[in-house]
Every structure is written in structure tokens, then in C-alpha cells.
């Protein structure tokens, strides 16, 4: 038996690993009784944390919430090279980690931090010539990803651990783990920030850990596992989601029925980027961006 449809909304969900983010998906179309379900931001398969979902109209936010800054907590190792920049790829290098400085680490992640060109791992969803990169991959063709502007706020170590791995001849080695944080913007690729540490230390560096802890205004605090979510299913509603994601614009009667009805209105002086527009009864009307001095409307939710 289908469950009702519900109201529109997001689910911020907590997501376990071994689980992709389109499985995910599927669990909650099921909840929700709705195919119309999407999410903002992927996560791979061996990572957790923030995922946020959207449920009905709500799926419409959910490009421009994949735009907005993101928070990780991760584990890179030092010493170790694989093929997918991460501990789910196949180790392709070892160089011993001995004598990796707490200062030459510092500087590493110096050099990574603020503007940077990044180039994405190759085992990605970044589409070449219009097929995914790890279909490339898996090919054996050999191509390169070009770079990439995007910004790391911060990028902070905040334990370090000497441990011992096993190289791929089966001997014994001795890597370097780093627990991190990292705040960034959306498109930066963290296990390309383990894997261009460790080449710059001349050791090599994949990620073995990655938890996301925020996404925008959404954190853990207010996610919820795929369990709990079994046990009671609900969605923040749209028009809190909203609010809490953008710059607020209170409309009053006049402009909100002009807004409604498509009609690009004077726009008053506003942030930068999308900002949400609410009618004197409260409702969430649209998503707008300033063009030329008017409000051009960039999503709709009035109907």
C-alpha cells in the first residue's frame, strides 16, 4: 500500500557508507510515496554524512543548495597512492612517510588553501566529451581532467598519527594519518586535496575517511539516519528550507501577485545570488536573482 503524498520539502539526511547517493534516493521515494525526490551535492559510496534531499516542489532548490558551502571531516593517509585517490581504489604507490615534517605538512596545506585550480580525480562523475570520467577510467583510456577554480576556505589538521600499512609487494610501510576539517566551495574534490598533499610532500596521500558535516545551513545536528527516518518519516518544509538557505525578501500584496503571475518586478536592493521571496501570508513564492535592476525569477513555487 503507497503511502499518501506528502507536503513539500527536504529531508536532510545522515548518509551511511557502503550506500550511494542515488540509493538513497530510492529509499526515499519509497517513504515519501513520490518518484519526484532528487538530491543536491553526491556523495560517494564510501563517505557519510549530509545529504540533502529533496521531496515534490522542494527538488527545485536543490541545484542552487548545490552551490553553497560545504564542511568535511576526513582522514588522509601519507605514504600511499591508489588509483581513485581514495581507500576504495587499488594501492598503485608506496613511498615510506618517515620523514614527513609536521612542517612540511603545514606548508602543504597552505599552498592549498584559498583560490586554487584543482584538478578532479579521474574516478569521478565529471563528464568528458559527454561519457563520465570513471567510464574512462574502467576503459583503460588514458586522458586528463583540466583543472578547476574553486575555493577552500580552511583546511586544518587536527590529529596526527604514525601507523604501518602494507605496500603492494606485501612489505611493510610507514604512512602518516592526518584527521582533517575542510570548508569549501561546492565542486572542490576532497580526495584531490589528499591526493595533491601527498604528491607535493613526494609521498603520495589517498583519502581513507570522509564525513560531510554540512551543506550550507544544514548540518548533522538536524540530519537524520535512514533508520530513524523508517521509523518516522517527515520533511522540513519548504518554506523553512527556504528561509534558512537564502537571503529573505518579504513581498507585499501587489508585488506578490505580480510575481506570481511571471512579471518581472523592481527588485529592491538585495544580496548577491538567489534570494527568496515570501508573501505577507508567509508563503514561499519564488527563488529570484537582480537582472538589470528587475527580479528575474529563477524558480518558481507560487503554484
Known amino acids: 500500500m503507497s503511502r499518501p503524498q506528502g507536503p513539500s520539502g527536504l529531508v536532510i539526511v545522515d548518509k551511511p557508507g557502503g550506500l550511494t547517493s542515488h540509493g538513497v534516493v530510492s529509499r526515499m521515494r519509497r ?9 543536491a551535492g553526491t556523495l560517494d559510496p564510501m563517505a557519510t554524512g549530509v545529504l540533502i534531499i529533496g521531496v515534490e ?4 532548490l536543490l541545484g542552487h543548495l548545490a552551490l553553497t558551502e560545504k ?7 601519507l605514504g600511499q597512492t591508489t588509483v581513485t585517490d581514495d581507500a576504495e581504489g587499488e594501492v598503485t604507490a608506496s613511498v615510506a612517510a618517515t620523514g614527513v615534517t609536521r612542517e612540511a605538512i603545514d606548508a602543504g596545506i597552505a599552498a592549498l588553501t584559498g583560490p586554487i585550480q584543482q584538478v578532479p580525480s579521474k574516478v569521478s562523475a565529471i563528464k568528458v566529451n559527454g561519457v563520465r570520467s570513471y567510464t574512462r577510467v574502467r576503459e583503460g583510456e588514458d586522458f586528463e581532467l583540466a583543472a578547476r577554480p574553486v575555493t577552500v576556505s580552511s583546511f586544518t589538521v587536527q590529529a596526527l598519527r604514525r601507523a604501518e600499512a602494507v605496500d603492494p609487494s606485501g612489505a611493510a610501510i610507514e604512512v602518516l594519518d592526518l584527521d582533517v576539517t575542510v570548508v569549501c566551495s561546492s565542486g572542490t574534490y576532497i580526495r584531490a586535496l589528499a591526493r595533491d598533499l601527498g604528491a607535493g610532500l613526494g609521498v603520495g ?5 570522509l564525513r560531510r558535516t554540512r551543506v550550507g545551513p544544514y548540518g548533522l545536528d538536524g540530519a537524520r539516519t535512514l533508520e530513524q527516518l523508517e521509523e518516522s518519516f517527515a520533511v522540513l518544509p519548504i518554506e523553512e528550507a527556504a528561509a534558512a538557505a537564502f537571503p529573505r525578501w518579504e513581498a507585499d500584496d501587489h508585488q506578490a501577485r505580480l510575481l506570481a503571475n511571471g512579471v518581472r518586478i523592481a527588485l529592491p536592493a538585495l544580496p548577491t545570488g538567489p534570494n527568496a521571496v515570501f508573501g505577507p501570508d508567509g508563503r514561499f513564492l519564488a527563488l529570484v536573482e537582480e537582472d538589470e535592476g528587475k527580479a528575474r525569477i529563477v524558480a518558481g513555487f507560487a503554484q
Open 205 to 209: 596521500g589517498h583519502l581513507t575517511a
Open 57 to 60: 516542489k522542494a527538488t527545485r
Open 71 to 77: 564542511e568535511y571531516a576526513a582522514t588522509i593517509r
Open 31 to 39: 517513504l515519501a510515496g513520490t518518484r519526484r525526490v532528487g538530491h
